[in-house]
């Protein structure tokens, strides 16, 4: 039987700093640290439109992070596409976000659809994350995952067209259309 060692924030931060993993791309999940996928121009570019949209439709709300890390529960600091987090920004000057400054997380999906879809929902949901969406090129849809418990999401809808109210700004309108560009 094979056991893994798992490394907690701290280790990980520490490798960062000593610049162990200056050329890696990569991201702790739960412990381990995970190599990430090179990024594809769509990926890219649909990403940077999202985050664009959602600036203006948040504006003076929340901040807009892309490819950001954020600090979760269970050893993990994955760098979601696009993190829509509590203001003052001055919050993440010696740290970044927690799970309760966190109100949606966005994962645009090309080839990572599988661990998108499973084991960051799951992680997601077990940190508190109140919102997380998946955006799904494939199919040109929007998985939208609401109302966290122990480990998974116990609202789940998809998106092909129309239009996705979030939990924290209810009265803001966010239309797929805009999301899919």
Same mark, same amino acid.
């Given at each position: 039987? %094979?056991?893994?060692?798992? !490394?907690?924030?701290?280790?990980?931060?520490?490798? %960062?700093? =000593?610049?162990?993993?200056?050329?890696?791309?990569?991201?702790?999940?739960?412990?381990?640290?995970?190599?990430?996928?090179?990024?594809?121009?769509?990926?890219?570019?649909?990403?940077?439109?999202?985050?664009?949209?959602?600036?203006?439709?948040?504006? @003076?709300?929340?901040?807009?992070? /892309?490819?950001?890390?954020?600090? $979760?529960?269970?050893?993990?600091?994955?760098?979601?596409?696009?993190?829509?987090?509590?203001?003052?920004?001055? $919050?993440?000057?010696?740290?970044?976000? #927690?799970?309760?400054?966190? #109100?949606?997380? %966005?994962?645009? =999906?090309?080839?990572? $659809? /599988?661990?998108?879809?499973?084991?960051?929902?799951?992680?997601?949901?077990?940190? @508190?994350? $109140?919102? #997380? !969406?998946?955006?799904?090129?494939?199919?040109?849809?929007?998985?939208?995952?609401?109302?966290?418990?122990?480990?998974? #999401?116990?609202?789940?809808?998809?998106?092909?067209? @129309?239009?996705?109210?979030?939990?924290?700004?209810?009265?803001? /309108?966010?239309?797929? /259309?805009?999301?899919?560009?």
């Amino acid at each position: 039987m %094979i056991t893994l060692a798992k !490394w907690s924030i701290q280790d990980y931060h520490q490798m %960062i700093y =000593s610049g162990i993993l200056s050329d890696r791309h990569v991201e702790l999940l739960e412990g381990e640290i995970i190599e990430m996928s090179p990024e594809k121009p769509l990926h890219r570019k649909i990403t940077d439109s999202i985050a664009e949209y959602l600036r203006e439709k948040f504006r @003076g709300l929340a901040k807009v992070y /892309e490819a950001h890390p954020v600090t $979760l529960l269970l050893n993990s600091e994955p760098e979601p596409d696009i993190a829509v987090i509590k203001m003052p920004v001055s $919050l993440y000057d010696f740290r970044h976000p #927690y799970s309760e400054e966190i #109100y949606l997380l %966005i994962e645009v =999906s090309d080839t990572t $659809l /599988e661990k998108d879809l499973e084991e960051k929902r799951f992680l997601y949901a077990s940190s @508190g994350i $109140l919102e #997380y !969406w998946v955006v799904n090129l494939e199919t040109e849809q929007i998985i939208v995952f609401k109302q966290p418990s122990i480990d998974n #999401y116990q609202f789940q809808k998809i998106y092909s067209q @129309g239009t996705i109210f979030t939990l924290v700004f209810p009265d803001i /309108e966010i239309l797929v /259309e805009e999301l899919l560009k």
